[in-house]
Nanobody, 120 residues
Framework: VQLQASGGGLVQAGGSLRLSCAVSGLAFSDYAMGWFRQAPGKERDFVAAITWGGSTYYADSVKGRFTISRDSARNTAYLRMTNLKPEDTAVYYC???????????????WGQGTQVTVSS
């Protein structure tokens, strides 16, 4: 199983990015997909999740700014991030889990992370 996260980069405050998570080696349609982030010296925090049925969940800090989606034809999950703030700076990780939502312990597989840096 492989999860390949991409799309991170350096962006100014107020800007946008779209992260992608390409999945291989598992039945993508059977898994929920999640995004987490970890800033230096902090714990890995939940950002967003989408179930196999398409239900979405967001951390309060990103509601209205981030959108999670999935494309089963491409076995890829996305995180569209708009109105980015300096406090969004972190390494972003994608993850897959059969019955997962908010808790990182519910996820079975993890990608390698992609750095997002938002300058003020």
């Amino acid at each position: 199983v492989q999860l390949q996260a991409s799309g991170g980069g350096l962006v100014q405050a107020g800007g946008s990015l779209r992260l992608s998570c390409a999945v291989s080696g598992l039945a993508f349609s059977d898994y929920a997909m999640g995004w987490f982030r970890q800033a230096p010296g902090k714990e890995r925090d939940f950002v967003a999740a989408i179930t196999w049925g398409g239900s979405t969940y967001y951390a309060d800090s990103v509601k209205g700014r981030f959108t999670i989606s999935r494309d089963s034809a491409r076995n890829t999950a996305y995180l569209r991030m708009t109105n980015l703030k300096p406090e969004d700076t972190a390494v972003y990780y994608c993850a897959a889990g059969r019955l997962a939502v908010h808790d990182n312990r519910e996820y079975d597989y993890w990608g390698q992370g992609t750095q997002v840096t938002v300058s003020s």
